[in-house]
T-cell receptor, first 112, second 113 residues
Framework: QKEVEQNSGPLSVPEGAIASLNCTYSDRGSQSFFWYRQYSGKSPELIMFIYSNGDKEDGRFTAQLNKASQYVSLLIRDSQPSDSATYLCAVNNGAGANNLFFGTGTRLTVIP | SQTIHQWPATLVQPVGSPLSLECTVEGTSNPNLYWYRQAAGRGLQLLFYSVGIGQISSEVPQNLSASRPQDRQFILSSKKLLLSDSGFYLC????????????FGDGTRLSIL
């Protein structure tokens, strides 16, 4: 049983559009949620985290959390070619030592 | 600010050879430390984590081992590498509190010949 699921994509959006990335998780006890960006051949980089239901905005990025529906999403406004990367969703269910369960990622391509 | 160093960046090893990858964290005390492996085109697989010196938890049985000889040093080892050990190895740290994000090093790309 997969803990965290993401559409592998690829997701293609034109430059300047809104990219919407979705993630569902299976453990209702999950407490914290993270989005990482991973460029090809590079390590994951934390871009957003959210703990409470609702929206959290940081620049062009908005994370949305709905615990009742067990999904978390990431919106990227005014998408740029430099946003082209794989986006990993990670969930902490409060067990272990801050252990995160990662999805397999969604590959985003922003077309100039 | 905290930084994490991981080396080497790339490594090519023959089957059956030993392995030692090292990771160090600066700017924080008593971090949680993690080793992951990412196979080509796949997700992150947690291999080991540590909440303190000498405390190692293994998530996946395999021919790898980990050690934490100092507070901010984490080492991944193998006595005899297998072809299936190829991959991108990532070290990460987090604060020793609940619900904290993990921060990754630059990774080591390991190729087994």
């Amino acid at each position: 049983q997969k803990e965290v699921e993401q559409n592998s994509g690829p997701l293609s959006v034109p430059e300047g559009a809104i990219a919407s990335l979705n993630c569902t998780y299976s453990d209702r006890g999950s407490q914290s949620f993270f989005w990482y960006r991973q460029y090809s051949g590079k390590s994951p980089e934390l871009i957003m985290f959210i703990y409470s239901n609702g929206d959290k905005e940081d620049g062009r990025f908005t994370a949305q959390l709905n615990k009742a529906s067990q999904y978390v999403s990431l919106l990227i406004r005014d998408s740029q070619p430099s946003d082209s990367a794989t986006y990993l969703c990670a969930v902490n269910n409060g067990a272990g030592a801050n252990n995160l369960f990662f999805g397999t990622g969604t590959r985003l391509t922003v077309i100039p | 600010s905290q930084t994490i160093h991981q080396w080497p960046a790339t490594l090519v090893q023959p089957v059956g050879s030993p392995l030692s990858l090292e990771c160090t964290v600066e700017g924080t005390s008593n971090p949680n430390l993690y080793w992951y492996r990412q196979a080509a085109g796949r997700g992150l697989q947690l291999l080991f984590y540590s909440v303190g010196i000498g405390q190692i938890s293994s998530e996946v049985p395999q021919n790898l081992s980990a050690s934490r000889p100092q507070d901010r040093q984490f080492i991944l080892s193998s006595k005899k590498l297998l072809l299936s050990d190829s991959g991108f190895y990532l070290c990460a740290w987090s604060l020793g509190l609940s619900n904290q994000p993990q921060h990754f090093g630059d990774g080591t790309r390991l190729s087994i010949l």
